[in-house]
Structures are given as structure tokens and as C-alpha cells.
């Protein structure tokens, strides 16, 4: 009976069909970064942790974890939050008054993915910035501003974002970051990191985390990245800023209870898993090498850091290409009608790069 029911199954997933590939069968899932499953160190990890109700502030992995991270990066606070949205939604609110207007690359995540959250959440409107794969100088930043004038909006705020998702993994050279937060001095304005990559950024350029530190007023930065965690993300700051970011959290439903569970993963993942990225980095560049031999692959960004973002053309659009990988089971993303996403992350191993090489190079 049971045999009955695994082969009618087999036959209606189609498996059966293609026996021989099932065979050999294996998921290489270049989507994104944000598809990792914990590890066995990290489960064990999440499985003996200590938890207590966060919202009273009594879950010591949860304080733990905002403590260490805090202290990396030489801030004083930080708070603990599902995600890197509400993470930046969080800054950008506490850090503008309705009316107000924030300066940020035309790419950036704030802007294009959070769902309009800078409109619906703090009512502020955004002058966009045509950047350099998602970086903004300062001579731009600086001819941004509105003046002080009741028609104009307030500007309030400059948010970057390094590294640069649609930039292809870019990074800010730091004495860029420098010159646009002494802009951001001068004229009174918050400045806020979206670091959702800034590990990668920071291993790449061998950066200092506490640099970071004294040049942002916030910084969010995301666990479920490159780092692998399932969840989370931490916005830091100054005592007082942390203050604000924990009555609008809770505004925004993102007061967790005994979340500690997710916190020891935090933990785990900047004590483990912060100077392996450089694999990531290696292999992304692995894949670069092998694209770059290809005739129907156009304009590959430079590769700095874990994503690869390339043009499709000729034989293959992006989606017809992604299909084509997807029958190999490597899984890419047509993130635009010329362009295809590859993301290298923790769960991508040499072997995959190996099998994707090979592959690439028979299409
Ligand atoms: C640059 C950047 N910022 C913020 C986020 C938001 O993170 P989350 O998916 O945790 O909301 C992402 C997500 O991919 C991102 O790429």
C-alpha cells in the first residue's frame, strides 16, 4: 500500500521520469543569500539557548546579542528585529518628521523594496540619486539639499546602503562614507547605514567594524544574509536612538517574546561565520571567470563581493537562461528583462560551484 502511494507520488512529481537526473539530483540555489538553513553548530546552538520575554527585556540571548553587536561595531545600543525592512523602516522613522526628506541612491533597498514603507511609515518623501551601482557621493549628496525654504522639503536624512544589492554586491570606498558623513555634519542631517552586506563589505576590504561605528549615526545590519541565520537583523545606535527604535518596534508589532531561539543563531553567526565570506567572494568570482567566456553573456558588473548580476543575450534571454539552469537544478533569478542574479552564500559549496562551472560551459 505504502509503495503504491510513494510511486503514484513519483509519477506525479515527474520524478520517475527523469530517474537518472533524480539520481544525481542536487539544488543549487543562487537566489539570493537569504535562502541558508542553519547549520548543525547553529541549531545546537538555537536549541540550547537561554530565553526569557523580550519585551520586558528579559531574554538574556536577546540582550546578549544586541550587547556583542553593539560593542563590535563600538556602539552604544541595539535592538533585535525580524528583519532588515523593519530594521531600516525603524531608523528612517526615528530619524524624520513627516514632510521630511531622506537622500539615497535610486537603487537602494529602502527605496525600491520595502514596499513604499518610507511613505506609509513616516511620510517622508525621498530624492533618489543616480549612483554609481548603487553609490552616491558626496559632491552629490551636497547638491541635494534643499534649502531652508517652507516650499521645499526638510532634508533630514542620507541612507546608503553598502554593499550594494542591485549594484552587484558594489562597495563604498570608505573615504567616500567619510566625506559624505562629514556632509551629513555640516549640515545637521542623520546618517544611516543599510549594512544588510556590510560584513561582506568589511571582509572584502578589510575594513574595520568600530570605523563603521563612529561614522554612522545608525546602522542596520541583517543576520539572515550572508551570515546564515534564519532570522533577524539589528538596528544600532546611541542609547537614546535605541530608546525611540524600541517604542516604534513595538509600534510596528516587532516586539518578540521569548525570540532568544533566534538570538543564540545571531550569536553563533558573528562568532562563526563572518570570515568565511571570503569563500563566497571566491566563488562568486568563479562564476564570473566562467560567464565571462560566454558569448550570449553581455555586461557582467564587477564582482566585489558575493553577487554576481550579468546581461543575458543572443540565445538566451533571462528568462529563458534561468529556465535552462533550472533544468539542471540551479536556481539563478531574472532580476530585469536584460539582467540574471547569482548569489554565493553559506550553503553554496565547492562542489556546486563546480557542477555550475561545468554546466555554464556546456550551454
Ligand atoms: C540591501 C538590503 N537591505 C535590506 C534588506 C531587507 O532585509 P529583509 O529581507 O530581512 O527584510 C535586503 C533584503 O534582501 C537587502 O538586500
Known amino acids: 500500500m505504502m509503495f503504491c502511494y510513494l510511486l503514484a507520488n513519483e509519477v506525479a512529481t515527474g520524478l520517475i521520469f527523469n530517474f537518472p537526473r533524480y539520481l544525481h539530483y542536487m539544488i543549487i540555489d543562487f537566489r539570493s543569500d537569504t535562502v541558508t538553513k542553519p547549520t548543525e553548530g547553529m541549531l545546537t546552538a538555537m536549541a ?17 546579542l544586541e550587547s556583542l553587536a553593539a560593542s563590535m561595531f563600538g556602539m552604544e545600543a541595539a535592538i ?14 526615528c530619524h524624520t518628521q513627516p514632510g521630511d526628506e ?7 533597498h529602502v527605496y525600491q523594496y520595502e514596499g513604499g514603507g518610507i511613505a506609509f511609515n513616516s511620510g517622508s518623501s525621498v530624492k533618489l540619486l543616480h549612483g554609481d551601482r548603487g553609490r552616491i557621493t558626496a559632491d552629490q549628496v551636497k547638491a541635494s539639499i534643499n534649502p531652508d525654504d517652507p516650499h521645499r522639503a526638510r532634508t533630514s536624512m542620507v541612507s546608503l546602503e553598502n554593499t550594494s544589492n542591485r549594484g552587484g554586491g558594489s562597495c563604498y570606498e570608505f573615504a567616500e562614507m567619510k566625506k559624505i558623513g562629514e556632509v551629513c555634519r555640516e549640515h545637521k542631517l542623520a546618517f544611516h547605514l ?9 571582509v572584502a576590504n578589510n575594513e574595520s567594524t568600530k570605523e563603521y561605528g563612529g561614522l554612522f549615526d545608525s546602522i542596520s545590519i541583517c543576520l539572515s544574509k550572508g551570515l ?25 508589532g516587532g516586539g518578540m517574546r521569548q525570540a532568544g531561539y533566534l538570538a543564540a543563531a545571531g550569536i553563533y553567526a558573528l562568532q562563526n561565520n563572518i570570515e568565511r565570506l571570503q569563500q563566497d567572494h571566491d566563488h562568486a568570482k568563479q562564476i564570473e571567470a566562467v560567464l565571462r567566456q560566454k558569448e550570449f553573456v553581455g555586461t557582467i558588473l564587477p564582482v ?46 565547492a562542489t ?11 550551454l
Not at 48 to 64: L, T
Not at 335 to 342: D, H, K, L
Not at 352 to 362: F, G, P, R, V
Open 48 to 64: 540550547s539557548a537561554k530565553v526569557g520575554d523580550d519585551v520586558f527585556g528579559e531574554d538574556p540571548s536577546i540582550n546578549e
Open 80 to 93: 533585535f528585529c525580524p528583519s532588515g525592512t523593519m530594521t531600516n523602516q525603524i531608523g528612517i522613522k
Open 102 to 108: 531622506i537622500i539615497c541612491d535610486e537603487s537602494s
Open 194 to 202: 543599510d549594512g544588510a552586506r556590510v560584513w561582506n563589505a568589511i
Open 228 to 252: 546564515g541565520c534564519p532570522v533577524g537583523s539589528l538596528l544600532l545606535g546611541s542609547k537614546d536612538f535605541i530608546k525611540k527604535a524600541r517604542r516604534i518596534r513595538k509600534v510596528f
Open 304 to 349: 566585489e563581493t558575493n553577487i554576481v548580476i550579468f546581461e543575458v543575450k543572443d540565445k538566451y534571454t533571462p528568462a529563458s537562461f534561468v529556465a535552462r539552469l533550472k533544468e539542471e537544478g540551479i536556481l539563478s533569478y531574472a532580476i530585469s528583462p536584460t539582467q540574471v542574479r547569482m548569489v554565493v552564500h553559506l550553503d553554496i559549496d
Open 352 to 362: 556546486m560551484i563546480e557542477k555550475t562551472i561545468e554546466t555554464i560551459h556546456q
